[in-house]
């Protein structure tokens, strides 16, 4: 069997300040850079990645790869249409290539939330180009990520959209090998399946969707459970709940199920479980937000010498959802409140790090640190700091969300103040790895008061180590309180949050 293999992510928040150019999927971040050609086929060896997954599966089976192109890019706002058009032409002039030679499936590795400054729904347009070209009989499937703002064109122009189900997401790379299982059976004699498709009437902020938690988990454990079940006279293939990414003003925002079957029965039953499933939560979907000071406070009055960390999301600037990664609203209350044995990471400020670098460990530097990209409204802070260490920021991410990436974070430097640590980056990274903090010689679970600038991935690593978990609303372009965003191109009827108001038009 011949298969082409490529992949085009890009979660896209419309509210955040920089677009993704060509170079920002040109470049290596924590996933590798642009790959093409046989080097596509290498490059993602042993990490958790859905395209390695379904690598691997292929090699084991011996089938013949086809390598398209591959890239992805930090989330940000819209994918500008010079870097969306150069990478589609690389897929298409390598997928044209393909066909020539024989071409019996394709496996794209989707992330389901792309916005381009032309086209509001990214994959339908992905999908669609490339199902003008190969036709309807050959079979295209593509995985995508949980956070999916899943469109009816997209569940049009493929034949299966399968998503992952965990958030942290430990599971892409067993995604890829999912969508390898469904792709080689629709090549093997499994008939050509019913597809149904259901959207979501509310919103659920990205805190709230995480997995190890309820209520995702009892719904998740669902989606499992009706892989191959009977429905009926039809069996179902699989099934998804892409819990959506919020921070987007387009019609499609918001979560959805899809499912697959052997009969439309069967298909429409099995999403229409999981839709009233979903519908019935969403109470349980609601989340308590702390202010910075209250958590910062919180943080220095229950925690201890042992017993680990009190962890705080500083969600609102989670480079993995739009944010700079460099807003300094926690860290001036860590200051503030003189917090003992803190640490807080990453932070992107590539000036302070290589300054902090130069004058050397050891040094006392004065900086004005952080805030710099405009990503809220805020100020540097201002202060003299100890250069704790300086990194290279090249190390082996070792957790389960990151584990196997090889980070390139550039220079990266620790400044100390009193008990308070800051991890200083020079490449922006959502802190979801405990080596993040030891590569500049930090262990977390000695750690008080521990600051992720994440919203849920941590959870994977840092889960284990925290005494207590708070999501605090500190300034940054990935607002937490959904209310609050400027939405005008929502469709009619939506709840902005679970049991909150609906977007009026
Ligand atoms: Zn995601």
């Not at 290596?28 to 093409?36: G, I």
């Not at 790379?173 to 080689?184: F, K, Q, W």
């Not at 989340?287 to 229950?302: F, M, N, Y």
Request: net charge negative; with cysteine; proline share 6%.
């Amino acid at each position: 069997m011949r298969i082409a293999v490529g992949g085009f992510q890009h979660e896209t928040n419309t509210f955040a300040p920089t677009k993704a150019d060509y170079a920002a999927f040109a470049q290596s971040d924590s996933w590798p850079a642009l790959q093409r050609g046989p080097a596509l086929l290498t490059a993602f060896a042993d990490m958790n990645v859905p395209i390695t997954g379904f690598l691997d599966a292929a090699k084991a089976d011996s089938q013949t790869l086809l390598p398209l192109v591959w890239c992805s890019a930090t989330p940000s706002a819209p994918v500008t249409d010079d870097a969306f058009e150069r990478v589609m032409g690389m897929m298409l002039e390598d997928l044209a290539a393909a066909l020539s030679t024989g071409l019996d499936g394709v496996y794209l590795d989707l992330h389901g939330a792309m916005v381009t400054e032309t086209y509001e729904d990214g994959e339908g347009e992905i999908l669609a180009r490339v199902r003008r070209m190969i036709g309807s009989d050959i079979p295209l499937v593509a995985s995508l990520d949980l956070h999916a703002n899943v469109s009816q064109r997209m569940v049009d122009e493929a034949d299966a959209l399968i998503a992952y189900r965990t958030y942290p997401h430990v599971d892409m790379r067993d995604t890829g090998v999912r969508a390898h299982a469904h792709l080689t059976g629709l090549l093997s004699g499994l008939p050509r399946q019913a597809k149904a498709f259901r959207k979501l009437d509310y919103i659920i902020p990205l805190t709230a969707q995480c997995t190890l938690i309820e209520p995702a988990r009892h719904i998740y454990a669902h989606v499992a459970h009706l892989d191959g079940k009977m429905l009926g006279n039809g069996e179902v293939s699989v099934t998804s709940f892409a819990t959506g990414f919020p921070p987007v003003d387009i019609s499609m925002n918001g979560p959805s199920v899809f499912a697959y079957a052997d009969t439309q029965s069967a298909a429409d039953e099995a999403a229409g479980e999981l839709a009233d499933m979903v519908t019935a939560c969403e109470p349980r979907f609601v989340e308590r937000l702390w202010s910075a000071r209250d958590a910062v406070a919180h943080a220095i009055a229950t925690s201890s010498d042992a017993g680990g960390p009190v962890v705080l999301a500083d969600t609102q600037d989670n480079p993995g959802a739009g944010g700079n990664g460099d807003t300094v609203g926690i860290l001036r209350e860590m200051l503030l409140q003189d917090a003992p044995l803190a640490a807080l990471g990453v932070l992107y400020d590539p000036q302070a790090a290589s300054m902090a670098a130069e004058a050397g460990e050891g040094a006392s530097i004065t900086l004005s640190l952080g805030a710099k990209t405009g990503g809220a409204d805020e100020a540097p802070i201002e202060e003299t700091f100890e250069v704790a260490k300086v990194g290279s920021g090249n190390f082996l991410a070792t957790g389960p969300f990151y584990g196997g990436s090889h980070m390139s974070l550039g220079t990266t430097v620790l400044l100390r103040k009193g008990g308070v640590h800051v991890v200083v980056s020079s490449r922006k990274a959502q802190c979801a790895d405990q080596e993040m903090f030891r590569h500049v010689g930090i262990e977390p679970s000695r750690l008080r008061v521990l600051v992720v600038k994440s919203s849920v991935h941590f959870r994977a690593d840092f889960g284990p180590i925290a005494r207590e978990v708070l999501v605090v609303e500190s300034p940054g372009p990935n607002v937490a309180d959904l209310t609050r965003l400027p939405f005008r191109h929502l469709r009619k009827g939506l709840r902005i949050t679970p049991l909150g108001p609906a977007f009026e038009g």
